[in-house]
């Protein structure tokens, strides 16, 4: 199973949006709204800011969204915060009854 | 409070084994699926594997399906990862979460290290 496509970086000012891309295929992304997108700061575990595509888990802010166009996923973040910088990831359930992640994000704030 | 703590992690020879847990804590463990990602040093996440929450079906990434197995003890609230046949590529953090719908991967442990060196 390969990665799911995401592009190395992405940067912008305090308050500006971003938009995080997550290309996959037809058997995960494409097939089901089965996507999740993760935060990581260095040395920590990685949290979850969305699930099913566009879900928000309990208490999270909704400066994220999540949405879903065939076969690539998008994480918006608004209002974009210097605590915001971070890796994000993407990840895809698939057709092989597994799940996939992307490569990873890296977020700048300017 | 939702804990998860993951050990067991450590140097181990290429061709040797390992056997990680993760003992849960905070939530009725026996009624949850949960998974194993890692992470190699500098890389992102790879999933690893899941069970679900009566033990009875599990998932292998190809790269470890053979090597790896997961398992469960729902009386002593833990989760494992028998490691055998050790490669160097398998060297990374390993961590267990909890994931209570398909994409919700609400709880993350603090990780262990496993490296594969001789």
């Known amino acids: 199973q390969s990665a799911l496509t995401q592009p190395a970086s992405v940067s912008g000012s305090p308050g500006q949006s971003i938009t995080i891309s997550c290309t996959g295929a037809s058997s995960d992304v494409g097939g089901y709204n089965h996507v999740s997108w993760f935060q990581q700061h260095p040395g920590k575990a990685p949290k979850v800011m969305i699930y099913d595509v566009s879900k928000r888990p309990s208490g999270f802010s909704n400066r994220f969204s999540g949405s879903k166009s065939g076969n690539t996923a998008s994480l918006t973040i608004s209002g974009l915060q210097a605590e915001d910088e971070a890796d994000y990831y993407c990840s895809s359930y698939t057709a092989s009854g597994t799940w996939v992640f992307g490569g990873g994000t890296k977020v700048t704030v300017l | 409070e939702v804990q998860l703590v993951e050990s067991g992690g450590g140097l181990v020879q290429p061709g040797g084994s390992l056997r990680l847990s993760c003992a849960a804590s905070?939530?009725?463990?026996?009624?949850?699926?949960m998974h194993w990602v890692r992470q190699a040093p500098g890389m992102g996440l790879v999933w690893v594997s899941r069970i679900s929450s009566d033990g009875s079906t599990t998932n292998y990434a190809d790269s470890v399906k053979g090597r790896f197995t997961i398992s469960r003890d729902n009386a002593k609230n833990t989760l494992y990862l028998q490691m055998n046949s050790l490669r160097a590529e398998d060297t990374a953090v390993y961590y267990c979460?909890?994931?209570?719908?398909?994409?919700?991967?609400?709880?993350w442990g603090q990780g262990t290290l496993v490296t594969v060196s001789s």
């Open positions: 979460a909890r994931v209570p719908e398909t994409t919700l991967f609400d709880h």
């Open positions: 905070g939530f009725t463990f026996r009624s949850y699926w």
